[in-house]
């Protein structure tokens, strides 16, 4: 059986106390290998590679980071076909969607190639008699971050790209349903020349995040995963004193307008739901349909056009999304399907007890499609986090504003129009984090940067862009005099004053 160790100063750690995780094949329901569980002690090795490492690397002048970044983007493009497959095979998303996860990772590196600009710091000459003042950006020192298991490669290379290459050590630890793609990446960097002890990657359950979150010598610590244990991971991580950025879950909202192009609408809509399953915090599992018209005319479009859906396996390349990630949450998909049918919304399409003939032991949920969803409903305030695609029915503009902006969750939000007031006004109202204007996902670009408000994000700082670079960087201001020397009596020649008071 294949095991995934550990990658702790430059190659396989693989002392362990006993505990392992299986690893599955989502297609087949199978396992296919297993991942040691760290410990404490485990990660104490970790940040005594890191300490001994990290000094060199931040004293590294900036060009030189960079070369390394942009030596790993070289080797990860290289390695896309093997990553993407890697990753399918333990997630269970088909192959594009795997190469798209590894690429938009890859963004975020080619942003981190332009360290030496976006480190410059400001600069002041003559802030008071003879004074320059300027400020500079340091690294925090050792980094961490908790990924989830939804974007393997896209969500570490977020985290690890720019914190290493503003000169911190950074230890992953990735989810351990599928840990391959994490560690090989941290395999690609040091092969690109990134120091052994700078990008580790430790695995393990709560046990190794709660040592993460208390060992003294990580400054900062960046988590994406459901809403619940990010706040958690803030709150313990805040209370040891540390930087902590953590982002949770989401229920995003696709408000569709009566002026809008409903073809274009329900082409979006079917991606932008059931892609990659609907496990993404990105996915848009809510439409809302302004004006009964509106939303029957939708429907109408809708329900052939997801019965078009081919649910496959992972290397399916005629299939649009393929498992979920296990058995359990599997289950849990279909019990919140059950929940909406029970709280009395209509399952116009219904994806539970879906099998695909030759893997019948695979997580496999069929797309499903439920309308007359009410805000009071225990199924819309929850995420369900599968190939789910509920209807929630707005009477008019300011409803279907309302609806985003009261719910628990902000992390994104789209409008369907051909009404640019209308949309410029929603953008401008509506108190959710990321808003998409006829753009289904509105992740948004690498240097600009991610985040959601309300109960998707704890911390006041984003992931990538000049956020991140803000997030993995202390700023030192330096106020500086040079004298003159002594005059003729012996006294300084001229004489210090504060700036704000001459």
């Known amino acids: 059986m294949r095991i995934v160790d550990h990658f702790i100063a430059g190659g396989a750690d693989t002392k362990s106390d006993g505990r392992m995780h299986d690893i599955f094949d989502p297609s087949q329901g199978e396992v296919q290998a297993r991942v040691p569980l760290g410990d404490a002690a485990l990660l104490e090795r970790a940040v005594a590679a890191a300490k001994k490492a990290q000094p060199d690397w931040a004293a590294t002048n900036p060009q030189r980071r960079a070369r390394v970044m942009f030596e790993f983007k070289r080797l990860v493009e290289g390695d896309m076909d093997n990553l993407a497959q890697m990753l399918s095979s333990e997630h269970g998303k088909v192959i594009a969607d795997s190469r798209g996860d590894v690429q938009r990772g890859l963004d975020v590196i080619e942003f981190a190639c332009g360290i030496p600009h976006a ?167 809510v439409v809302v349909p302004v004006g009964e018209d509106t939303a029957e005319r939708l429907k109408d479009k809708l329900i052939p056009a997801i019965d078009a859906l081919r649910v496959g396996i992972s290397t399916d390349d005629e299939a649009h999304y393929g498992p979920v990630v296990t058995a359990e949450h599997k289950q849990r998909i279909e019990n919140w399907i059950a929940t909406a049918e029970k709280e009395g919304a209509d399952i116009v399409v219904d994806g539970r007890g879906f099998t695909l003939q030759g893997h019948e032991k695979g997580w496999f949920v069929g797309p499903t499609l439920i309308d007359n969803v009410t805000p009071d409903m225990e199924s819309y305030r929850e995420e369900i986090f599968g190939p789910v695609l509920q209807i929630v029915r707005a009477r008019d503009f300011d409803e279907a504003v309302a609806l985003p902006s009261k719910h628990q969750y902000g992390n994104g939000v789209a409008i369907f129009t051909r009404n640019g007031h209308a949309a410029r006004e929603f953008a401008a109202r509506v108190n959710v984090g990321m808003v998409g204007i006829n753009v289904p996902i509105p992740v948004p670009v690498a240097y600009h940067s991610f985040g959601g408000w309300k109960r998707s994000a704890f911390g006041d700082t984003n992931q990538h862009g000049m956020e991140g670079i803000k997030f993995w960087t202390k700023v030192k201001t330096v106020t500086a005099r040079w004298p003159d020397g002594l005059g003729g009596d012996g006294e300084l020649a001229n004489t210090f004053v504060i700036p704000i008071m001459g």
């Open 119 to 285: 480190l410059k710091g400001e600069y002041t000459q003559g802030a008071g008699p003879g004074i320059d003042v300027y400020s500079m950006r340091q690294p925090l020192g050792i980094g961490a971050g908790i990924t989830p298991f939804n974007f393997p490669a896209m969500i570490p290379m977020w985290m690890f790209g720019i914190s290493v290459a503003v000169g911190n050590a950074f230890i992953l630890k990735p989810s351990e349903r599928d840990p391959s793609v994490p560690r090989r990446l941290a395999e690609l960097f040091l092969e690109a020349g990134g120091p052994e002890g700078i990008l580790q990657v430790v695995h393990g359950d709560k046990e190794m995040v709660d040592a993460i979150l208390d060992h003294p010598d990580i400054a900062g610590v960046s988590f994406v995963g459901s809403s619940d244990i990010a706040h958690y991971v803030y709150k313990r991580g805040v209370a040891a004193g540390k930087r902590v950025q953590a982002m949770g879950g989401a229920k995003n909202h696709g408000i569709v307008l009566p002026d809008a192009d409903l073809d274009q609408v329900v082409a979006d809509l079917t991606g932008a739901a059931f892609g990659s399953a609907g496990e993404r915090c990105m996915a848009l599992p």
